[in-house]
């Protein structure tokens, strides 16, 4: 049977629940905290990616970790999609619409009033797109970017995944910022040189 990585908000646990009715017959469905593997957070879901035959990130209520997740998935040129309510429960802030992050307001997703209507829609998408032929990207390497034909033809599998493992640690780091509140401390994700306040 098929497998699909799902990275989305705990909060709304009934997410899950409708993923997995939507999947039902057709794929099962792994969250990261289904697996043990004795490795770094980040490392394990990149793998988890790299192993699915699809990743779903649901991005409702923008929540800094699945957006890493689908980061991570970008990356990789991995297979996926994206979910997002327009359920106004769901909003932000009280002041905006029921939107997705603007920089992916024109990738192709699946946007959902109501848990039923997402179940509804993967089992209606879900067997054609896992059947589809993956196409990725096809982005141009950059000027001064390593290509992999320079890397060596008999890199072992121990020193590629560590390899990998190193590439991963400059795109997401956690910081504690202590605010002398009782040694209270704010985590936030640095991506890439921009920091969020995870909410954690």
Known sequence: MKTIFLGYPFAIYEIR???EAGCEGVAQVL???DRLRGKHLLVKIDEMIAEADLSLFDLTLHNPNVAVEFGLAYVRDAKWAILYSTDPQYKVAKSSESRIFSDLEGMDSIRYPDFETLTTELRRLLPEYLSAPHVGLQRT???GASSEAARPEQESSSEAQRRHEQSLMPLVSMRLD???NRGAATPEVTIRGAAVNSGL
Do not use: F, K, L, N
């Open 17 to 19: 629940e409708a993923v």
């Open 178 to 180: 202590c605010t002398g």
């Open 31 to 33: 969250v990261a905290s």
């Open 141 to 143: 390497q950059s000027i």
